[in-house]
Antibody, heavy 121, light 110 residues
Framework: EVQLLESGGGLVRPGGSVRLSCVTS????????MTWVRQAPGKGLEWVSS????????YYADSVKGRFTISRDDSKKTLYLQLNSLRAEDMAVYYC??????????????WGQGAQVTVSS | QSALTQPASVSGSPGQSIIISCTGT?????????VSWYQQLPGKAPKLMIS???NRPSGVSSRFSGSKFGNTASLTITGLQAEDEADYFC??????????FGGGTKLTVV
């Protein structure tokens, strides 16, 4: 059974940093692209960042480029998102999602339960 | 890049069919057959319902189908059931190697 479990969210001050983790199981982690998608309160889904299988390539939305860093540790089957210089508009539930292939696509077949990031002073 | 355009809401009665449209540009929907549809129930994570324009993942009801013409993709749900009431999001791969979502459509089964 495929499982994705996010952790690391919480309350952060504007300008602060936080690191999200997504521990996975049930599939060969290194073979799949992984993605972070966020959802602000009452809003739609926003793609944030993706990383191809075996950390070959990384991709970012313009809204987070230069502030967020995606990475993966295939030995630990874990995906990370480092969030720096946080703004009020970054406040959202952050979902970890598994791609259906090695490279980035728009199909995400398994999702975690989400990690809440609250940005407030 | 702006979000894909979806109607904010659609509604239908049990047993009826509905169509949700998703309009993009030549840089995304019109350029690739990488369009997906997600169902999100309240308080839950999204669920993949359609991949690559029209493919249904294992376990998804055959009442759900997808199509594309030009820059517009569509999700059709036939034989509406109360359990289909949810938010639906489309997404597409883009020519800048990013992914873009639609704003979401709230489906009400009345």
């Amino acid at each position: 059974e495929v499982q994705l479990l996010e952790s690391g969210g919480g309350l952060v001050r504007p300008g602060g940093s936080v690191r999200l983790s997504c521990v996975t199981s049930g599939f060969i982690f290194s073979n799949y692209a992984m993605t972070w998608v966020r959802q602000a309160p009452g809003k739609g889904l926003e793609w944030v960042s993706s990383i191809s299988g075996s950390a070959g390539s990384t991709y970012y939305a313009d809204s987070v480029k230069g502030r967020f860093t995606i990475s993966r540790d295939d030995s630990k089957k874990t995906l990370y998102l480092q969030l720096n210089s946080l703004r009020a508009e970054d406040m959202a539930v952050y979902y970890c999602a598994k791609g259906v292939g090695y490279y980035l696509g728009s199909d995400f077949d398994y999702w975690g339960q989400g990690a809440q990031v609250t940005v407030s002073s | 890049q702006s979000a894909l355009t979806q109607p904010a809401s659609v509604s239908g009665s049990p047993g009826q069919s509905i169509i949700i449209s998703c309009t993009g540009t030549n840089s995304d929907i019109g350029h690739y057959n990488y369009v997906s549809w997600y169902q999100q129930l309240p308080g839950k994570a999204p669920k993949l319902m359609i991949s690559d324009v029209s493919n249904r993942p294992s376990g998804v009801s055959s009442r759900f189908s997808g199509s594309k013409f030009g820059n517009t993709a569509s999700l059709t749900i036939t034989g509406l059931q109360a359990e289909d009431e949810a938010d639906y999001f489309c997404s597409s791969y883009t020519n800048t190697r990013t992914v873009i979502f639609g704003g979401g459509t709230k489906l009400t089964v009345v």
